[in-house]
């Protein structure tokens, strides 16, 4: 059985940091791109930042330079810091697993999400 298990969602202040983690089982971590996405109320579910199993990684234009997103094979974990938090940053961030091969999708898997709230 999947699980993607993300934590470290909560309330900060705007200028704060948070740093979301999501724990994989039942996947061979290794081969899976891992992401992170997120959904405000209202809103579409947007891309935050993808990290494939070379360590190439993709990031949204408006989280350039204030998210990292890093990855422990060892430990089936992705990472999203964040830092220099906006209001505009609040959503229910969702870690994902993606298994690609030769460009074609072939296993997709959601964790529940978990809610960061930005506000003084």
């Known amino acids: 059985q999947v699980q993607l298990v993300e934590s470290g969602g909560g309330l900060v202040q705007p200028g704060g940091s948070l740093r979301l983690s999501c724990a994989a089982s039942?996947?061979?971590?290794?081969?899976?791109?891992m992401g992170w996405y997120r959904q405000a109320p209202g809103k579409q579910r947007e891309l935050v930042a993808t990290m494939a199993s070379g360590g190439t990684t993709n990031c949204a234009d408006f989280v350039k330079g204030r998210f990292t997103i890093s990855r422990d094979n060892a430990k089936a974990t992705v990472y999203l810091q964040m830092n220099s938090l906006k209001p505009e940053d609040t959503a229910v961030y969702y870690c994902?697993?993606?298994?690609?091969?030769?460009?074609?999708?072939?296993?997709?898997?959601w964790g529940q999400g978990t809610q960061v709230t930005v506000s003084s």
């Open positions: 039942g996947i061979t971590f290794s081969l899976y791109t």
């Open positions: 994902n697993a993606h298994l690609t091969s030769l460009g074609r999708s072939l296993l997709n898997y």
